[in-house]
């Protein structure tokens, strides 16, 4: 059964850091990951999708990067901004999307 | 990117009625769509993988005549909390994948917040 980790699971960071959120999963046997953002009450927003065959994938400010075999992804974000202020979540696809619980940002002005 | 519709966005009920919400993929195809559950300051957990012309698929623990699931066309599927009851109030999202698409990306729908009296 797949398991999928998320650390921290809370940040709080001043404007202008730059951060790293991180993932891990349990089966490596999967076709792609990807990193949503949710804000309170709101549906999921795809930021980025990394296939299985991919080491990362970058969007403006967003850096993701996947390691299969060794089960882990991160997701870097450069000058965080206080509009970054959001949950974030992992998921990885195998034969089913399943979600980690989420990091919790909070980019202070 | 691709568009994916629910409604209604929220829901409001008396506990014993059904509800029914709608997942409608705007400008794409989806042989498969996804239900979801999410209850406050907690993930996403996967109630149910639905399929054009068939089916669905209920993850253990749900129950499927409870959440009744149908997925008539390649753009709509549908589920009804039957007989709702206050520990039914949740967050409902839906997904989509792209039939012709070969990414494997998956597009949310805003959710549907049911809150059953």
């Not at chain 1, 980790?5 to 792609?32: H, K, M, R």
């Not at chain 1, 065959?53 to 990067?65: D, F, K, P, Y």
């Not at chain 2, 009804?80 to 997904?95: G, M, R």
Request: with cysteine; net charge neutral; proline share 3%.
């Amino acid at each position: 059964k797949q398991e999928v980790t998320q650390i921290p699971a809370a940040l709080s960071v001043p404007e202008g850091e730059n951060l790293v959120l991180n993932c891990s999963f349990t089966d490596s046997a999967i076709y792609n990951l990807q990193w949503f953002r949710q804000d309170p009450g709101k549906g999921l927003t795809s930021l980025l999708l990394i296939q299985s065959s991919q080491r990362e994938q970058t969007s403006g400010r967003l850096n993701a990067s996947l390691d299969k075999s060794s089960g882990r992804s991160t997701l870097y974000i450069a000058a965080s901004q206080p509009g970054d202020s959001a949950t974030y979540l992992c998921a990885v696809d195998g034969n089913k999307l399943v979600f980690g619980a989420g990091t919790i940002l909070r980019v202070k002005s | 990117g691709a568009v994916v519709s629910q409604h209604p966005s929220w829901v409001i009920c008396k506990s014993g009625t059904s509800v029914k919400i709608e997942c409608r993929s705007l400008d794409f195809q989806a042989t498969t769509m996804f239900w979801y559950r999410q209850f406050p300051k907690q993930s996403l957990m996967l109630m149910a993988t639905s399929n054009e012309g068939s089916k669905a698929t209920y993850e253990q623990g749900v129950e499927k005549d409870k959440f009744l699931i149908n997925h008539a066309s390649l753009t709509l599927s549908t589920l009804t909390v039957t007989s709702a009851h206050p520990e039914d109030s949740s967050f409902y999202i839906c997904s989509a994948r792209e039939a012709r698409a070969n990414t494997g990306e998956l597009f949310f729908g805003e959710g549907s917040r049911l809150t059953v009296l």
